[in-house]
C-alpha cells in the first residue's frame, strides 16, 4: 500500500501520512482504529488485566 493510498483509507493528507513516517508526529487513536479497519487486523495490541 503506498502513502496516497493509506492516506486517502485513512482520511488524512499525504502530508500527514508522511510525518508519520518520518516519525515528526504521532497517530491519533481515531485514525489507528480507521487504519485497523481499512486493514483488517490490529496495529496496537492491548491487554487487559
Not at 504521532?26 to 482504529?33: G, K, S, V
Request: glycine share 10%; charged share 25%.
Amino acid at each position: 500500500m503506498s502513502q496516497k493510498d493509506l492516506a486517502e483509507k485513512s482520511q488524512v493528507t499525504l502530508q500527514t501520512v508522511n510525518s508519520w513516517v518520518k516519525g515528526s508526529s504521532n497517530l491519533t487513536i481515531e485514525t489507528i482504529f480507521r487504519i485497523e479497519e481499512e486493514l483488517g487486523g490490529e496495529l496496537i495490541g492491548v491487554r487487559v488485566g
